[in-house]
């Protein structure tokens, strides 16, 4: 992880430096290194001030804190500060550019979908704490990318930013399904290797089986993995912490129960059946997996989104919602295809 010699650097205009001041002594009381122009006078003097500027943000600086403003789009040399630091943001993986709005003007190259705080909403103590738990996430050297290890995990829960318990799930979640994505796409292109196993009959009996077989994975999952209890057993009760070994733990079990879910539909489809009808029952029974993959897809994908502003959101006030849709549907058009389909079967 990269040493530098401020935490963080307000980037704004001169007409808003009254507002932005409160916030700066705020952090230093909060034992955050700013750079703040008005204290580096001797750094300043003489210096080329575009070239000082370029290397302090590029080089000196984890955070540019950007509050946005009519004036701040106006001013030429805060201009440059802009364009330096949007620069640099382009080319670091890792969140650098922290916007704060005070009003609603538009920055030129500030993408919309990037998250902000925004003075009009968030009070100074607000920001302060944000800053200072966005800070505690990186020392913890913990992102949604980074691998899940020993050390890993012990270091986020030891810096424990706000909310840094959803932020290890969503990245043990985040991961674990993206390791599965080739099975995932392969499942909707209805393809598996063959398995070896050969269907003589009609397979009455199989597709059965199968369907009990699913609604198990579905019921376990439901009454013993992602029970209220379970989930508070990991991220704690309200206003406790949560257990870092359980919180991995359920994530993981997240993943299996999406594979489990995978090989159920890969076997029917690695299957070899002699009856060209208990083939196309079974290729329509293996869509009944479907709906509960997608489910769970989309809550991973929204995870992973939720997890790069999770800190700030959270000291923020926010309230964010993790829910794990665990519930069996079938769509009724496809109940019918697979009824239509066994009836051919029973013929």
Not at 8 to 29: G, H, N, Q, T, Y
Not at 124 to 150: C, N, Y
Not at 301 to 312: F, K, W
Not at 313 to 337: D, N, Q, S, Y
Request: aromatic letters at 8%.
């Amino acid at each position: 992880m990269a040493e530098y010699q401020f935490d963080v650097a307000p980037s704004f205009a001169e007409k808003d430096r009254e507002r932005v001041l409160p916030i700066v002594r705020r952090l230093e009381d909060l034992g955050v290194k700013v750079y703040y122009d008005d204290d580096q006078v001797v750094a300043r003097w003489g210096a080329d001030l575009v070239e000082h500027i370029a290397d302090t943000l590029t080089h000196k600086v984890r955070y540019v804190l950007m509050f946005a403003s009519r004036h701040y789009v106006e001013q030429g040399l805060v201009r440059h500060e802009r364009r330096t630091a949007q620069a640099r943001a382009l080319v670091q993986q890792n969140e650098f550019l922290l916007p704060i709005r005070l009003d609603d003007t538009e920055v030129p190259g500030l993408l919309p979908s990037i998250g902000y705080l925004d003075l009009r909403k968030h009070d100074d103590e607000v920001v302060a704490q944000s800053v200072v738990q966005k800070l505690a996430q990186h020392r913890a050297e913990f992102t949604s990318t980074t691998p899940i290890t020993a050390k890993s995990v012990a270091a986020l829960a030891r810096e424990k930013p706000k909310g840094w318990e959803y932020l290890l799930y969503a990245t043990v979640v985040a991961q674990g399904l993206a390791e599965l994505q080739p099975k995932y796409r392969e499942h909707f292109l209805r393809y598996s290797p063959r398995n070896g196993t050969v269907e003589h009959g009609n397979g009455i009996g199989l597709i059965r089986d199968r369907n009990v077989v699913l609604s198990e994975i579905i019921k376990v999952a439901v009454e013993s993995v992602f029970t209220p209890q379970t989930q508070e057993a990991a991220f704690g009760r309200a206003g406790e912490p949560g257990d870092a070994e359980r919180i991995v733990h359920l994530g993981e079990l997240f993943v299996r129960t999406f594979d489990e879910i995978l090989d159920w539909a890969r076997a029917i489809h690695g299957t070899s059946y002699a009856d060209g009808n208990a083939r196309a029952a079974a290729r329509v029974q293996a869509r009944f997996a479907d709906r509960q993959l997608e489910a769970m897809h989309e809550v991973a994908q929204d995870l992973r989104q939720v997890a790069d502003t999770l800190v700030e959101r959270l000291t923020a006030g926010e309230r964010i919602e993790m829910t794990v849709p665990l519930v069996f549907e079938v769509e009724p058009a496809l109940e019918l295809e697979f009824k239509a389909a066994l009836d051919k079967l029973s013929r």
